[in-house]
Structures are given as C-alpha cells and as structure tokens.
C-alpha cells in the first residue's frame, strides 16, 4: 500500500472511473479518479493499447461518451487488436491523427516555418474540435512519442501537455495517455504532470513465455497497492494479479485437527495435522511424499471436504493410474467436485498467476485441503525470480488464516546417507516436516518415516516402517531394534537381557 492513510469517512468522495481490469481496479485501490490526467507507459507490445480499449469499452457499458485519438495506428488496425479480444468497438468513437499522402508532395513541404509548428497546431485544432463536439468523459491518447516529436522540443513538448491538461481540466473527463518509451533519452515531464503513472514491464526469459508485471509508481492522495504486479494477455484483454498482502486476509480461526485416515499416521502427528497450518513432507524422490499428501486429500473428500492439488512434476493421469494402483481411487472424488487437480506448466507460469490460483481455489472451490507438488517444481518454474521463499512466506500466511491445511512436497538432492540436501528450505516456514528416508537392511531398500517438527502440539518422536503397498500406504511399528537409521546404513541394536527377578 501507499504511505498515505486510508481515506476517512468524513473526506470528500470523488467519482471513480473503473478502467474495467479489475485486477488493475484493485491495485488502484478501486480505479482511477475521475476527471483527471494518467499516464501509462510501457515498452511496445506490453499491453498498453490493450488496457486503453478496456478502459473506454467499460465507459462505452456505463453509457459514456468516448474518444480513442490515434496518432500511430489507424482505425484499421485498432479495429483488428478489437476482434482478437472478441470487443465491439462501434461504441468508441476513433480519430485518426495521421499525416495523409499529400504529406509526401514536394509543394506541401514546409519553407517559412519548421514542420513542428504546423503540423502541432494542426493536430491538437483537430483534437480540441473533436473533443468540443463529442464531449467525451474519457479520452485516450495513442501515442505521446508522436506528439513529442511534433513538438520538435522539450520546451514545447510540456507547454503542449501542460495546456491538454488545463483543457480537459474543466470539462469531466478522465485522460490516458499512453507512452511508448521510444524515446532516446526518458524524460519525466509527462509524469511530474500526470496524476498517476501506471508502468508496463515485460521480460523475455532464457525459455518460456515472456513474463509480465505493472507497477503503479505514482497516484496523488489515493491509498493504492505498491510493488510489482504480475499480469498475462490473453483474448479478452489483460487480466493482473495483485501482490498478495496477508495480512489484508486476517480472520479468527479455531484450532482443529484434521486426520489423515490412517491412525498410524494420526499417532505419528499427535492426532492428525490442524486447520490453518501448512506440512512439509520431504524425502529423496519415490518415496512417498506425494502419495502422503494425496491421502490427506482423500480422507479430506471421505469427509465431505473440498481439495485442490497443484501438480508441476508429473503428469495428472500418471498420478491417478499411480494412485489407482494403490486402491487409493481419485476419480469419484474428482467428479463429485470434491478434489480438483491443476496441472502446472513450469515454461507459462508467473509467481502472480499461481497465487491467483490458489486464491480461487480457497474463494472459490471452497478448499481445505491444498497440496503444492513440488517445491521443487515451484522454483524451478520461475528461476529467474527473486524473494520466491518470501512469496512463499506470504501465500503459507493467506492459507493459515483461511483455514486451509497447506501440504507441501519437497524432494532431496541424493538418495540415500547423512548428506541429503534441498533447493528449496522451507522447513523454517512449515509447522510440520515429516522426513521419508531410504535405509539398506538385509539386501533390501526400506523406508523410513518420522515427524521431526510440529508446532500445533505433541507428536510421536519415533522412526517407523514405512511402505507403499497395492492396498495404499502401510506404517509400521516403530524401528527400535536399530540405530542409525537416518544414515541409511542402521546397525542391529540388541536387546538387553531381562533382569532376574
């Protein structure tokens, strides 16, 4: 947020023109104040015409009058980016500002004065004309690099600005103005005059698609969402995802076990895990992890309760015959509506998107139960982002105060020994970490598994058999005939004598 304070109920409140994303709405703070001056600027093909369209064909639904000047694209060409978003544009009305054919004439090039005083004076008599017959309460200008060079100076080009905004100042109507950024040297004339500044940044990564996110660098007295906004383009125009803040999401929450359906399990969590809390489960790859968090998810849906599993390592189908393999079937479950499986495409996704996911998920779905498999997957699907745990941090505090058991899968580096290590340590974040380790004994590869961490209350301090069988998951009694277990390689403890009585 914004360093000012919210507004109080006894300041005056001023109309609000709802761009019409309502992603960008809520970043906003609600949408831009009516009847005042913007810029939106960005590098070309960020989205900025993209958002302008959006912007007038949510004045055009509310019954206002709009204007869409163009000074670089023609009517065509807006009308082609319209049909790609599936818009009608037949309530907007477009003029064209563009130089003619006749431009080019030998007898229509200028002598007694520079073309920037002409054809300025021209363009804006043209732009004044229309805006005095139309009276439109929203106008959008496309582009501000045209202008700038009509106005041949930096001098004239701010005079020129300066005068558009007393214009418009006295006749209700909230002004966009898009900006390029193709100018050699950035200048920021435009934004010391503008009331906000919305900015557009797109980063074409090493493979993938090309990530995208906005930032609001300025809005004089409004109380807006700061930082950067991750945003995609698709038909029907931008949608943005607001930066999570949790603590925005805070609600009293009543402390409540959740089983898992399999009472060896239970007693190994002191009962079960709790509403609110988020559980790591971590191990070498094949050992279970997955399937642990599945189990949650069933026993979830034998209650009647809502999951959602958000998969980026392996595929959906190879899950469900893995499963099915099991006797842990997902497919009644999944068509009652009761678990929702997303498979996550690590080349598509930004951290914003995902959020937003989850968030529907929650909104939504009405989910208690949410499996994220894997960590792993999750930084390897944005490597080139930064602060990834801290978003992490903020998505696990979103889910706690919603009520939602979070379950988490992270995959060691290395099979088997004391030198496991992890890419990703959230074991700091978690409130449980069930650990899965492969031991030698007797020719034979076992399974481990033991809570090393839980801070919803006591649980069982042992290390127990564990084991993935055709009836579903099998715990056994606990390995205290052998030390070592951890290491991969126990040794045989043996039991002392009983005394004589």
């Known amino acids: 947020m914004s360093d000012l304070p919210p507004s109080s109920a006894d300041d005056p409140i001023e109309p609000m023109a709802q761009i019409g994303v309502p992603g960008l709405d809520d970043v906003l703070g609600g949408g831009l104040t009516a009847n005042r001056l913007y810029l939106l600027e960005g590098a070309p093909g960020a989205g900025k015409t993209t958002i302008a369209m959006q912007f007038l064909i949510e004045g055009a639904r509310r019954g206002e009058s709009v204007l869409y000047v163009t000074l670089s694209e023609t009517a065509k060409e807006l009308a082609g980016v319209a049909r790609s978003h599936g818009w009608d544009l037949r309530s907007v009305h477009v003029r064209e500002m563009l130089p003619n054919n006749d431009a080019l004439e030998p007898e229509e090039q200028y002598t007694m004065f520079h073309p920037s005083e002409v054809e300025l004076s021209e363009t804006t008599l043209k732009i004044l004309a229309d805006v005095e017959q139309l009276r439109p309460q929203r106008v959008v200008f496309d582009s501000l690099s045209e202008l700038r060079l009509l106005a041949g100076s930096s001098l004239r080009y701010r005079r020129q600005i300066l005068a558009l905004k007393q214009f418009f100042a006295g006749r209700n109507c909230t002004v966009l103005l898009l900006d390029d950024m193709t100018a050699m040297e950035h200048d920021l004339q435009v934004q010391s005059i503008s009331h906000a500044v919305i900015r557009l940044d797109q980063n074409n990564s090493d493979f993938g698609s090309t990530r995208r996110r906005l930032l609001v660098t300025k809005y004089r007295g409004r109380h807006f969402r700061t930082g950067y906004h991750d945003y995609t383009i698709g038909r029907g125009g931008l949608q943005v995802y607001p930066r999570l803040v949790a603590a925005e999401h805070h609600k009293p929450l009543e402390q409540v076990r ?56 392996e595929s959906i189908n190879t899950l469900r015959t893995r499963c099915a393999g099991m006797g842990m079937e997902l497919g009644p479950f999944i068509d009652q509506g009761l678990i929702r499986l997303r498979q996550i495409d690590p080349a598509e996704l930004s951290p914003g998107e995902f959020v937003h996911l989850v968030r529907e998920a929650v909104t939504e779905h009405q989910a208690k139960v949410l499996l994220i498999d894997s960590l792993n997957g999750y930084l390897n699907a944005m490597p080139d982002e930064r602060f990834l745990i801290v978003q992490l941090h ?73 084991s993935l069988t055709e009836t579903g998951i099998h715990i056994g009694e606990p390995l205290r005939n052998f030390r070592g277990i951890l290491t991969g390689v126990p040794i045989p403890v043996e039991t002392p004598a009983s005394s004589p009585p």
């Open 258 to 313: 959740m089983p898992s359906g399999l009472p060896a399990l239970d007693a190994l969590l002191g009962g079960g895990i709790e509403r609110g809390t988020s559980s790591l489960f971590v191990g070498a790859p094949g050992t279970g992890k997955s399937t642990l968090g599945v189990q949650f998810a069933l026993a979830a849906a034998r209650r009647g309760e809502r999951s959602a599993l958000f998969i980026f390592d």
């Open 394 to 466: 903020e998505l696990l505090t979103y889910l706690g105060q919603h009520g939602v058991a979070t379950l988490m899968v992270g995959a060691h580096h290395g099979l088997i020994g004391g030198n496991m290590t992890s890419a990703v340590d959230a074991s700091y974040l978690a409130d449980a970490v069930v650990l899965l380790r492969y031991f030698e004994l007797a020719g034979e590869v076992r399974q481990a598994i033991s809570v090393v961490k839980k801070r919803g209350g006591q649980h069982e301090r042992t290390i127990r058999d564990f």
